[in-house]
């Protein structure tokens, strides 16, 4: 399983630590469901972002880039995020994770806060 999961996973920007350890993926109507676990075995907080990248039979890109998603991880967690495709011509994806700049304020990655 962990082979399949990396075969899903890209890297861009700043590499993170934070690691993928299940995925998911079902169909919801005509559209692709993907529930993702993220894993942070690091002794301190991570701040991370991530985007599905959206990939037709053709192996073309079937959606325009997604903007990134900034995420907060906290020592020793586990997060799962969950996204539905933006078109039925998905056949497949791409989760791509980067490091956050430093600068990132903590109340922006934090709804409510």
Known sequence: ?????????????????IQPTEMRCSRSGDLLKIDANLNNDSSTVKRIAYKFRWIDREGMRAWEEE?????LMYENSNLVINTVSPTNKAADFRLIL???????CRSALIPGS
Request: hydrophobic share 35%; charged share 35%; glycine share 6%.
């Open 98 to 104: 980067s490091a956050s700049e430093r600068g990132v």
């Open 1 to 17: 399983m962990d082979d399949l999961v990396k075969l899903k996973v890209m890297s861009e920007g700043r590499r993170t630590t």
């Open 67 to 71: 903007n990134w998603k900034p995420l």
